[in-house]
């Protein structure tokens, strides 16, 4: 089965960072893609990262945080990583990683077919 496992969450000042580490277990993890989402309360999911297959060399980042987060993958450990720095109050929300049986890069939530419990991420002074 198929199973990601976030963690790395926490609070942090503004200006702070944080990363957020993705183990997924039950596949190979070279051939997927993963993506990162993010969800704050009372607003939708929104698509934060991205990172394609292999290499990992395609990745997709959301305008709000360009310059700011740096998606990575370590397949000999089936994990993926989201180093974020400069961090903002509006980062908060809790951060899921997500993957599917694709490995090309998407923002589109609906393709993921596996997703962990989440992690939360509190960016307050």
């Known amino acids: 089965q198929v199973q990601p496992v976030e963690s790395g969450g926490g609070e942090v000042q503004p200006g702070g960072s944080l990363r957020l580490s993705c183990v997924i277990s039950?596949?190979?993890?070279?051939?997927?893609?993963v993506g990162w989402f993010r969800q704050a309360p009372g607003k939708e999911r929104e698509g934060v990262s991205c990172?394609?297959?292999?290499?990992?060399?395609?990745?997709y980042y959301t305008e709000s945080v360009k310059g700011r987060f740096t998606i990575s993958r370590d397949n000999a450990k089936n994990t993926v990583y989201l180093q974020m720095d400069s961090l903002k109050p509006e980062d908060a929300a809790v951060y899921y990683c997500?993957?599917?049986?694709?490995?090309?890069?998407?923002?589109?939530?609906?393709?993921?077919?596996?997703w962990g419990q989440g992690t939360q991420v509190t960016v307050s002074s």
């Open positions: 997500a993957t599917g049986n694709f490995g090309h890069c998407s923002e589109y939530g609906p393709l993921y077919l596996y």
């Open positions: 039950g596949f190979t993890l070279d051939y997927y893609a």
């Open positions: 990172i394609s297959s292999g290499d990992g060399t395609a990745y």
